[in-house]
Each structure stands twice: as structure tokens, then as C-alpha cells.
């Protein structure tokens, strides 16, 4: 079992607290999301706050009406019942309207590369992780085909995860000039979800560890945005496939839907979830309402809150 300090994470978050859980619809459910699920309404219970439902629709290439649709139905029959939503990322100015402060401070610029200009160097020479900055300073305008960056500065990023764990990460070393704005015209992931998270008061992000790297870089984001109280994150295990292959819609992994047209039952999927997340000893039926019991526990005897500094 994952026996969180919840009274530690309790201080440093405000009464009743606000969290989402924020699917992509360019897919269907499956096992990786249940397993976040119980995170987010097991702690949300714990901390007696609230669970906004959110579409993550800002890749409007991919997102799809079906799929919002097919994941709010499985959410329903698993019996995670959302407080508030759905909403989604509907372009309403307020992306652009941060794009147009950013940019107004210095922080952004025009980058004419595709992602094959920078993945695919000379011969000989490594292939980078992120990008290498290379338009930064070559002044071109803004046109077709052309995509807008943050310009991340050298420094680090300090901050405390739901965990109790320190880090110190360099956002430019992790995560490069990342895109705000991409080739297509769409607004970037990092962009969106920073927007949403301090215009919707989100005050508890919790996701999965495959993401604590952006971490950084959206809490400096968050704060040029004028936030000045970011939320909390707390990164997850993610529910493997296989080893070193995390779930995903793309690979076709099982999914709810597959599970519901075997037969089985909520409790049998989220029992099955939980167990592979190895938040349970046994794969025996669960239900939603049982996820506080997995996720959690009060200060007591064998509670250790971890203050291990990790960099990254």
C-alpha cells in the first residue's frame, strides 16, 4: 500500500483543496487512468476537497467528440464521480492573452525548425533530448509553419512534491525552449495546462511520475504567469505494460472498454488497477470508494514523510 502522509501534505494546502483529473480524449480509458483515479479521488477524500473533471483537448488534431463521451461514461460505470465539470480547453483568449504577456516581458520567440530539423543531427554527433535553443536569436517573424517558445532561462527550480521529497531540477537542461504555441497554430500542453491550472484555482496537481521532469518548468511558467501560489505536485508510479513500457492508447493496452466487454465488473477493474499498481497485495474487487484506504493515511507509528533532495 502507498501510505501518503496526508496531515504533512494537509499543511501545505489550503482547506478543501482543489485538484482535477484531466484526461486527454484522443483515446479510451485504460488501467494507467484508473490507477491515477484512485489518487486523485482517494486523497481528494482525505483532504475533503473538490475533483474538477477536464478535457485535455488543446491537440485538436486528435482529440475526438467519442472519446470524451466513451470516458466520461466509463469514469460514470467505475462510480468516479467528478465534483464539479467536465470542462475542456476551449479556446477562449485566455492562451493567447499569456502568450501576449510573456512575450511583452521578453520571453518568447519565433522558431522556424520542425522537429526533424534538431532530432536528426550530423553524423557522429548525439542525438539531443531537447531543443538546442538554435532560433533564439535569429529574429524571424512570426508566419506559417512556425512555432513560439518560452525562453528558458538558466537557474533551478526548487520545490517540495505531495510526497515530502526536494528537488532541484534545471528546467533548460530537462526541458529546453519548450513550445507554447506550435507550427499548427495549436497551444502547447505546457501552456494550457498552466493557464487552466490558475484560472480554474487548481490547488493540488497530482499526475504520474512520467511527468515530474515538466515540473519545473510549469512552476517557473506559473509564477511569469503572476500565480503566486503554485499548486502541489505529487508524481505518481505509473502502471506498467510491460518493463520500461508504460500504458498507453496508442499501444492499444488493455483498456476499460475491453475490460467491460469480458464482463467484469467496476470493482473487478479497479481491484485489478490497483494491484498491478501494487497498491494492494491481491487483485480482489474494489470499489471507488475505496480508494482513500489505498492511497493514504494519517501521522502514527511507521509514517515516515521522505526529505531526500533529488536532482534533476
Not at 479556446?91 to 520571453?107: F, I, M, P, V
Not at 537557474?155 to 530537462?174: A, K
Request: proline content about 6%; glycine content about 12%; charged content about 25%.
Amino acid at each position: 500500500m502507498d501510505c501518503l502522509d496526508v496531515a504533512a501534505l494537509a499543511a501545505r494546502l489550503p482547506p478543501s483543496p482543489r485538484t482535477r483529473f484531466a484526461p486527454s480524449p484522443t483515446g479510451y480509458l485504460h488501467l494507467g487512468h484508473v490507477v491515477n483515479a484512485l489518487y486523485v479521488w482517494g486523497l481528494t477524500a482525505h483532504l475533503n476537497g473538490r475533483v474538477l473533471l477536464r478535457f485535455e483537448t488543446h491537440d485538436q488534431i486528435r482529440s475526438r467528440a467519442e472519446y470524451v463521451q466513451a470516458i466520461t461514461e466509463d469514469l460514470d460505470w467505475l462510480g468516479f464521480h467528478a465534483d464539479e465539470g467536465p470542462v475542456d480547453q476551449t479556446d477562449d483568449g485566455r492562451y493567447a492573452g499569456a502568450l501576449a504577456g510573456l512575450a511583452e516581458a521578453g520571453h518568447v520567440y519565433v522558431c522556424g525548425c520542425s522537429r526533424k530539423d534538431w532530432v536528426e543531427p550530423a553524423d557522429g554527433a548525439a542525438t539531443p533530448s531537447v531543443y538546442d535553443g538554435r532560433c533564439r536569436d535569429r529574429g524571424l517573424a512570426d508566419g506559417p509553419g512556425r512555432s513560439l517558445r518560452f525562453k528558458v532561462q538558466p537557474g533551478t527550480e526548487s520545490f517540495e512534491d505531495g510526497r515530502g521529497v526536494l528537488h532541484d531540477q534545471d528546467p533548460l537542461r530537462l526541458n529546453g525552449d519548450i513550445i507554447l504555441r506550435d507550427r499548427d497554430g495549436q497551444w502547447s500542453y505546457h501552456l494550457a495546462v498552466t493557464v487552466d491550472d490558475r484560472d480554474q484555482g487548481i490547488d493540488f496537481v497530482i499526475r504520474g511520475e512520467d511527468l515530474l521532469d515538466a515540473t519545473g518548468v510549469q512552476l517557473r511558467l506559473t509564477r511569469m504567469l503572476g500565480r503566486p501560489r503554485p499548486p502541489v505536485f505529487l508524481h505518481h508510479a505509473l502502471l506498467m505494460a510491460e518493463p520500461g513500457r508504460k500504458l498507453s492508447k496508442s499501444n492499444r493496452d488493455t483498456g476499460v472498454r475491453d475490460l467491460r466487454a469480458t464482463g467484469a465488473s467496476p470493482a473487478e477493474v479497479i481491484g485489478l488497477a490497483a494491484y498491478r499498481a501494487g497498491l494492494t497485495a491481491t487483485a480482489g474487487p474494489l470499489r471507488a470508494q475505496d480508494a482513500a484506504a489505498m492511497v493514504g493515511s494519517g501521522p502514527g507509528p511507521g509514517t515516515v514523510r521522505a526529505r531526500t533532495r533529488v536532482l534533476g
